[in-house]
């Protein structure tokens, strides 16, 4: 570690032992540590018997810090980057640091560990050869739904983050969305004490949601099987095209254009 390194170091996202020996080694031995939360990388640290001096690092401070923090690598310096938990910058902040080190000419060297999206993608039955991390979907509801829509003809395996204060609802517009039949997977808790995995259809998994609290507490993963053969796809697009026009024009000819569009059924469009 004598040239000057940020180390981009993935942490456990729940099981203290996913933290490998080469990132124990790397934590040890840095200068200091950029942290999103310094309260529980604090904790991670202090259960390893790790001291180090920690620098907060967040979406709110990243590009006002980055200068600095290559100053400190420019000075002959090694620090670590972490998130709360995973892998960090998937879903995280980060990126426009290791954008002003690589500007810099200064080394990034990553310290591969836990994610929470492959992990889960890695158990979900569902084709992985080709997949679209969309990480959070957005908190409001007009605009999830808008987004969800432009990725109803998606032949990629989506993967969603989202949170136990929204996951019923992100269900219930995924299905309205991609359709109740769209297999899906859910991991919940991953690696945790309550670690679940539920699969079938987003009709399914929204019904088990609904029915069961605990199936709406942790932190999840929601997975759905992109949009299939030429037929689903052209459905989904439909659909798509129908939402957009059924707020201008009578339902019956919003319909009738977005199957002429898009080759979609007219009467699976019609009433949607």
Request: charged share 25%; hydrophobic share 45%; net charge negative.
């Amino acid at each position: 570690m004598a040239e000057p390194t940020l180390h981009v170091v993935a942490t456990p996202i729940g099981n203290l032992s996913d933290l490998s020996p080469r990132a124990l080694e790397v934590l040890r031995t840095v200068d200091a540590i950029c942290a999103e939360d310094t309260r529980r990388t604090g904790q991670l640290l202090s259960h390893f018997g790790i001291s180090a001096t920690l620098v907060a690092l967040h979406e709110h401070n990243e590009e006002a810090l980055a200068s600095r923090i290559v100053t400190r690598l420019q000075e002959g310096q090694s620090l670590a980057l972490v998130s709360d938990a995973g892998t960090p910058l998937v879903s995280d902040p980060g990126y426009r640091l290791v954008r002003a080190v690589r500007a810099a000419g200064i080394r990034v060297s990553p310290v591969p560990g836990a994610c929470a999206a492959i992990a889960a993608l890695s158990v979900a039955g569902l084709p992985s050869d080709r997949f679209v991390f969309e990480g959070f979907l957005p908190a409001k509801a007009s605009a999830r739904r808008e987004h969800l829509r432009s990725l109803a003809a998606e032949p990629r395996t989506l993967v969603f983050y989202e949170s136990s204060h929204r996951i019923a609802e992100s269900l219930a517009d995924l299905t309205h969305a991609l359709g109740s039949e769209r297999p899906a997977a859910m991991a919940r808790e991953l690696t945790k004490l309550f670690e679940t995995v539920l699969d079938g259809t987003l009709g399914t998994l929204l019904r088990q949601v609904e029915d069961d609290d605990n199936q709406r507490k942790g932190e999840f993963v929601v997975m759905v099987r992109g949009a299939g053969d030429d037929a689903d796809a052209q459905l989904a697009e439909g659909r798509r095209v129908h939402a957009l026009l059924k707020d201008h024009l009578p339902p019956s000819t919003a319909a009738k254009l977005a199957a002429e569009i898009t080759g979609a059924p007219r009467k699976a469009l019609y009433g949607q």
